[in-house]
C-alpha cells in the first residue's frame, strides 16, 4: 500500500479525553474514531489490526476442532425468557422493541440462541461432542464504557460453545480451550495468564479469566511468578487426547494465579515470597463449564446409549477481540507510539523513501516493494514529500516493527536501512539482504497455519 493513496488520518496532539496509552495511540494513529460513547468505527489501519487478530482466533479454534458459524445480534427476547435472563440480565442489557411491538434486544452473549440451535437440530449422542463458534459483534449498555475499545459498549467478541454428552466430556471441551486459547495469545505476542474467576451472569462453577499483565488493567492480580516462566512456543497438541490437555491445564493452573475477585490471601502466602506478585492485568477471554444451566431450562436433550434423554453439559468461551488491539498495544508500546509484535501487525513493513522523484531512490523502492510482495507480506511504502523526521515519527507511532530506509546517498554505496522499532537497531545492508532478513523474521508467523496440521477431527476453511 503507497501512503499517499492510502487513508491514515495521523493526529499531531494527544487526544484530551484519553486516559490510556492504548486509548491515545489509537486515536493518535488513525485506527478508529468514536461514534458515540463507547461505540467505535474501525478506519482503514485499526480494522486490519482486528482482522489479523480476528484470523488467529479462527485459525486457532478450528486447529481444536470447533467449527465456525455465524449467528444475528439482534435476538428475539422470548428466548431469553425461557432460560430465566431476560429479566436477571438488568441494565446491561440493550432492549429493543420493533415494529409489531414484539421485544428484542442486542445480543450481549448467545448462550440462549446457540442452546435453541442445537435443541432444533441435534438429538442424539452419537453427534457430539460438538463445540460451535462464531465470531461477532456484541452489546452491552456498560455504565462507565471507557479507555477506547477496552471497555466498549459495542464489541468483538468470539463466543464458542461446546456441547457433551457428560461432565467428564464437557471438562474435557474446557481444557481444550484453555489450551487452545494460550497458544492463540501466544501468537499474538501476548503473555495470557489463567486465572481462577467468578462465573457472574454466564453461571455455573467452573471459570478461568485469561489476563494479559498491563498498568492499565482494570484488574488488581495475584500471581507466583513461575507461571509467567511457562510457555507453549511450537509444541503439538494431539486436541483430542484428553490426558494431553488435562496435563497442560495442570502445567498452568498449578501456580497460584488469581484476580482480586477470587484471590485467597492464605493460599498466596504459601507461595515463596520471592516469587509472589501482585500487578494488574487486562482480562481477554474466560472459559466457563455451567452444566445444564441452558439445556435443562431449554429443553436441550440427546437420547443417550441406554435411550434415555439427557440434557447436554455445556460451557461457553469467550475471547475479546476489539479488546485484545488495545491490550496488545498496553503491552507493547514506547514514548514514540506503537510497536507490534510480528504476529498482528498491519503492515509487516514500512518502506521510507527519502527523496521521492529520484529516479535510483523510486526504482529501489518499488524493487522492494516488489521483492517483499512476492514473499506474501505486506507494505506500507512512504511515497510522499514528508520531510525525513516527519515520517520517521508516523512509522514510529503506528508501531510497524521493521522499518526499511532508501536515501540517494545509501544507495550510492548499495545499501539500504533495515531497523527495529522494538529496539532501535539500525543495520546497512544491500537491499537483497534486507528482503531475505525480512523473509527470516516472518518465516515463523506467515503460513504457519499451512505448515502446521490442523485437528484431525475437522479442518474448516475460512475466508
Ligand atoms: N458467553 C461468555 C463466554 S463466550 C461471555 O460472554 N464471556 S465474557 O463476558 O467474559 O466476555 C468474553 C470476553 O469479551 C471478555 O473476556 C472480554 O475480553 C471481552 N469483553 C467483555 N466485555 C467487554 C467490553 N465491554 N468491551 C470490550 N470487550 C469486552
Not at 495468564?193 to 488488581?220: K, N, Q, Y
Request: contains cysteine; negative net charge.
Amino acid at each position: 500500500m503507497r501512503l499517499s493513496r492510502y487513508f491514515l488520518p495521523v493526529l499531531k496532539e494527544t487526544p484530551a479525553e484519553a486516559q490510556i496509552a492504548s486509548h491515545r495511540l489509537m486515536l493518535r494513529a488513525g485506527m478508529i474514531k468514536q461514534a458515540s460513547a463507547g461505540i467505535y468505527s474501525w478506519l482503514p489501519l485499526g480494522f486490519k489490526v482486528l482482522r489479523r487478530i480476528e484470523r488467529i482466533v479462527h485459525e486457532e479454534q478450528q486447529r481444536a476442532g470447533h467449527i465456525p458459524m455465524l449467528m444475528p445480534t439482534l435476538q428475539a427476547a422470548d428466548l431469553w425468557r425461557e432460560s430465566g435472563r431476560y429479566d436477571d440480565y438488568g441494565e446491561e442489557m440493550l432492549r429493543i422493541r420493533d415494529r409489531h411491538d414484539r421485544d428484542m434486544l442486542y445480543g450481549p452473549t448467545n448462550e440462549e440462541l446457540i442452546t435453541d440451535i442445537f435443541r432444533s437440530h441435534v438429538a442424539s449422542y452419537r453427534d457430539l461432542p460438538m463445540t460451535l463458534y462464531h465470531i461477532q459483534w456484541k452489546f452491552r449498555d456498560e455504565v462507565r464504557p471507557r479507555f477506547g475499545v477496552m471497555r466498549g459498549r459495542e464489541f468483538y467478541m468470539k463466543d464458542g460453545y461446546n456441547f457433551d454428552i457428560d461432565k467428564d466430556a464437557a471438562v474435557h471441551a474446557y481444557n481444550r480451550h484453555m489450551v487452545s486459547y494460550l497458544r492463540t495469545y501466544e501468537r499474538m505476542g501476548l503473555q495470557a495468564i489463567p486465572m481462577r474467576a467468578e462465573t457472574g451472569p454466564i453461571g455455573g462453577d467452573l471459570s478461568h479469566e485469561f489476563l494479559v499483565l498491563a498498568d492499565t488493567g482494570e484488574s488488581e492480580v495475584f500471581y507466583d511468578s513461575a507461571i509467567t516462566d511457562l510457555s507453549l512456543g511450537d509444541r503439538q497438541v494431539d486436541y483430542d487426547d484428553w490426558d494431553e490437555c488435562a496435563g497442560i491445564v495442570q502445567e498452568w493452573t498449578t501456580p497460584y494465579a488469581r484476580t482480586d475477585d477470587t484471590h485467597d490471601d492464605s493460599l498466596f502466602n504459601e507461595v515463596p515470597e520471592d516469587r509472589r506478585r501482585t500487578r494488574r492485568g487486562i482480562e481477554v477471554g474466560q472459559i466457563f463449564y455451567f452444566g445444564t444451566k441452558y439445556s435443562e431450562p431449554m429443553g436441550a436433550t440427546v437420547q443417550g446409549p441406554d435411550g434415555k434423554a439427557v440434557p447436554v453439559h455445556m460451557g461457553s468461551h469467550g475471547i475479546g477481540v476489539s479488546r485484545l488491539v488495545g491490550a496488545i498495544i498496553e503491552a507493547n508500546h514506547d514514548d514514540r507510539g506503537i510497536i507490534w509484535p510480528e504476529g498482528v501487525t498491519p503492515f509487516h513493513v514500512g518502506l521510507v523513501n527519502l527523496k521521492p522523484g529520484d529516479p535510483e531512490a523510486d526504482r529501489a523502492c518499488e524493487k522492494l516493494y516488489q521483492a517483499i510482495a512476492d514473499l506474501g507480506l505486506e507494505t506500507l511504502y512512504d511515497d510522499t514529500d514528508e520531510r525525513a523526521g516527519g515520517k520517521f515519527a508516523t512509522m514510529d507511532l503506528i508501531g510497524l516493527p521493521w522499518r526499511i530506509t532508501v536515501g540517494p546517498r545509501g544507495l550510492k554505496h548499495g545499501v539500504v536501512e533495515l531497523t527495529c522499532r522494538r529496539t532501535g537497531d539500525n543495520a546497512e545492508m544491500s537491499p537483497d539482504e534486507a528482503v531475505e532478513r525480512i523473509a527470516e523474521i516472518y518465516a515463523p508467523h506467515h503460513g504457519r497455519e499451512i505448515a502446521e496440521p490442523m485437528a484431525r477431527r475437522s479442518f474448516h476453511t475460512w475466508l
